[in-house]
């Protein structure tokens, strides 16, 4: 895959020779503390696998990459829409909706929680890519 391409080549590795920082290099997928997206910094740019989540693929190919700054007032733009229940149409969309309703034969609660966002780049021109080679 292009991250583990980018952990085993040589200028990543050479880089990293005698630093404390290259305990990241050897945990990546291996290590104790190994998060579910590993990550490190290299180049300037901060490098994390977004493998799979839950089993679901991310729409990224693991031959592919995917680049945005960070630090930039206003470059991502967050929306809510409205929850899918009847009382909700026509309304102006909330960050989180929670729902509550008896269970048959008052034996519980049966609850729901959900959230309708859409995320949105204001510039995507800044947006980039890589392939591995």
Not at 70 to 76: A, K, M, R, T
Request: with cysteine; proline share 6%.
């Amino acid at each position: 895959t292009f991250f583990d391409q980018l952990l085993t080549h040589k200028e990543v590795r050479d880089t990293y020779k005698g630093w404390s920082e290259a305990q990241i290099l050897r945990e990546s997928y291996i290590g104790k503390n190994r998060s579910e997206n590993p990550m490190f910094e290299f180049g300037g740019i901060v490098w994390e696998n977004y493998g799979e989540i839950d089993g679901e693929g991310v729409g990224i190919p693991t031959t592919k990459a995917r680049f945005f700054p960070i630090g930039v007032p206003n470059l991502f733009k967050t929306y809510q829409s409205p929850a899918d229940y009847i009382e909700t149409v026509n309304t102006l969309g909330q960050r989180l909706y929670a729902k509550q309703w008896p269970m048959p034969n008052d034996k519980g609660i049966n609850g729901e929680l959900q959230m309708n966002e859409l995320q949105l780049c204001t510039r995507p021109g800044v947006l980039m890519g890589a392939r591995n080679t």
